[in-house]
């Protein structure tokens, strides 16, 4: 939730928690760490909108991993993401996300427990404020096979557009498990946290002819 700066934008800085309670956006709740989070109301409501609501925009999808620092867009890696977007002409430094939001392309984070974010919407909570890691999801299998079971799910909604996928290992495997050689449009882009946004600035130019 935003407040006003008294200068047009609305500030981003604390995300209310309920009963008045303002926490500094960054922090975990400790109601969203590990496995609980799953049965965590706003988790449910989010998962929801994904799979009933949600309606991606654009024709390419740029489908990035989730970061272990709060919010994903404050993380060295999408600084990064940004600034190739920003030479491809594909930023727009007004867009209503963390300094500004793509153009022409849907950037979405992979998330292990709300399966799908838009850059647009990574500062809310509770995508601001959980702690939920990759390996925690594929090494139990219950839980694995509900998140996967569900981004299965959300992956649907994608169909019919091409799906840029630069993630890492773990990331990568919840997206082939929910996949499961369903027909996606997938190009991939080898992950890597040095040298691997060169690659991605060269396949969003190809994919979009730029």
């Known amino acids: 939730m935003g407040r006003g700066n008294g200068d047009g934008r609305v500030g981003i800085s604390k995300i209310k928690l309920g009963n008045g309670v303002w926490k500094a956006m960054g922090t975990i709740d400790p109601a969203l760490r590990g496995y609980q989070a799953l049965e965590h109301p706003a988790v449910r409501k989010w998962h929801k909108w994904v799979l009933g609501e949600y309606e991606?925009?654009?024709?390419?999808?740029?489908?990035?991993?989730?970061?272990?620092?709060?919010?994903?867009?404050?993380?060295?890696?999408?600084?990064?993401?940004?600034?190739?977007?920003?030479?491809?002409?594909?930023?727009?430094?007004?867009?209503?996300?963390?300094?500004?939001?793509?153009?022409?392309?849907?950037?979405?984070?992979?998330?292990?427990?709300?399966?799908?974010?838009?850059?647009?919407?990574?500062?809310?909570?509770?995508?601001?404020?959980?702690?939920?890691?990759?390996?925690?999801?594929?090494?139990?299998?219950?839980?694995?096979?509900?998140?996967?079971?569900?981004?299965?799910?959300?992956?649907?909604?994608?169909?019919?557009?091409r799906i840029v996928a630069y993630l890492p290992s773990k990331h990568k495997r919840l997206l082939i498990e929910a996949v499961d050689g369903g027909g996606l449009d997938l190009v991939w882009v080898n992950y890597d946290l040095f040298y691997g946004h060169r690659r991605l600035e060269e396949t969003l130019r190809g994919v979009l002819g730029r």
């Open 56 to 161: 991606p925009g654009g024709r390419v999808i740029l489908l990035t991993p989730c970061s272990n620092r709060k919010p994903y867009p404050k993380s060295p890696q999408s600084a990064k993401i940004r600034g190739v977007l920003r030479r491809l002409g594909l930023w727009d430094p007004r867009g209503p996300g963390y300094m500004g939001a793509p153009k022409d392309v849907e950037w979405l984070y992979l998330s292990d427990l709300l399966l799908l974010v838009p850059y647009e919407r990574a500062t809310e909570y509770p995508a601001c404020c959980y702690d939920l890691p990759p390996d925690a999801v594929l090494g139990h299998e219950e839980h694995r096979s509900i998140i996967t079971g569900l981004l299965g799910k959300a992956l649907d909604r994608l169909r019919g557009r």
